[in-house]
């Protein structure tokens, strides 16, 4: 990667969305921007770690961000980045929580119910239905196969189910 | 509509509600970064082999010594590459930076300053450390 207008073109086509999705992963503003820093960083001094044979420059950039993202929440794992009260509660008289989550302060519940998400199943509700990638392009950010990223992003979103319906009963 | 078509929905419009994004400096800094990777030239990497040099002699002229310790990854650091090419410099420092590298030296004073091996990588970030003791 050496071509300027290249790199401008590939950091304003990704860079909003990695930001976002470190975001979500992290729950941290400050961390967002570093791995989204560093992501871009490894295209730029370590290019031959992209083999183009593999797929495209997106989800390669989303893989780097991905196991930097890890790698925080490893080293930050005694500390709760989601502070608590971040997930709120449906609107009162929510007889169906799932009924209208399009909502201002039914989308505040369901991004909390996202954040509380075990890492593997957050990614890919985040890449899949967030960031709206394919299947294809989710499964090499996460160096797994398309089957699993089915799998658990059907796991995911039952997960999320439950938990919107659980808030809605409490 | 059943249930996860209603989730779907959901996260399509929590998604489309998003508006944050990096700050806007930080296109420019990266810009800037790619460039100046791109315009090394000769008088530059003279000066870079200048100094390799020198650390090389004062490293080699110095009495042997003894490390002391393993090699632990500096925090959040990128990991070497199988490919990339890494400099190994010897550094004085104080103990507390050892420490907020993640190297337990309780054994020496906090205020005192030792020797340490710092690999250095391509893009000229610390992305590991050993302390160093002499003999």
């Known amino acids: ?170 | 509509m059943n249930n996860e078509e209603k989730l779907v929905a959901g996260l399509k419009a929590l998604a489309a509600s998003e508006t944050s994004g990096p700050p806007a400096a930080l296109e420019a800094a990266l810009l800037k970064r790619l460039k100046r990777k791109r315009v090394i030239g000769w008088p530059l990497a003279l000066e870079v082999l200048a100094a390799a040099a020198l650390v090389a002699i004062a490293i080699f002229s110095r009495p042997p010594v003894a490390a002391s310790s393993e090699f632990v990854a500096v925090p959040y650091a990128m990991p070497i590459g199988p490919n990339e090419r890494a400099d190994l410099v010897r550094v004085n420092v104080p103990v507390v930076a050892l420490e907020q590298w993640g190297l337990k030296v309780s054994a020496f004073d906090p205020g005192q300053r030792v020797n340490a091996d710092v690999v250095i990588g391509e893009d000229g970030l610390a992305r590991a450390v050993r302390l160093v003791s002499n003999p």
């Open chain 1, 1 to 170: 990667m050496t071509d300027p207008d290249e790199f401008t073109s590939l950091y304003r086509q990704h860079s909003s969305g990695i930001y976002r999705f470190a975001l979500h992963m992290s729950g941290s503003a400050s961390v967002a921007e570093e791995v989204m820093q560093d992501a871009f960083i490894t295209l730029i001094h370590k290019p031959q770690s992209y083999d183009a044979s593999r797929g495209e420059v997106g989800p390669f950039l989303y893989g780097v961000a991905r196991n930097l993202v890890r790698r925080h929440l490893e080293h930050d794992r005694r500390q709760s980045y989601f502070e608590e009260g971040e997930e709120e509660n449906l609107s009162s008289g929510a007889d169906d929580p799932l009924g209208d989550l399009t909502q201002k302060e039914n989308l505040q519940a369901l991004r909390g119910a996202v954040a509380a998400l075990p890492p593997k199943y957050r990614e890919v509700v985040v890449l899949c239905d967030l960031q709206e990638m394919s299947y294809e392009a989710a499964a090499q950010a996460m160096e797994c196969a398309v089957g699993t990223v089915r799998s658990r992003l059907h796991r995911a979103r039952a997960l999320l189910i439950g938990r919107m319906q659980m808030k809605c009963h409490v």
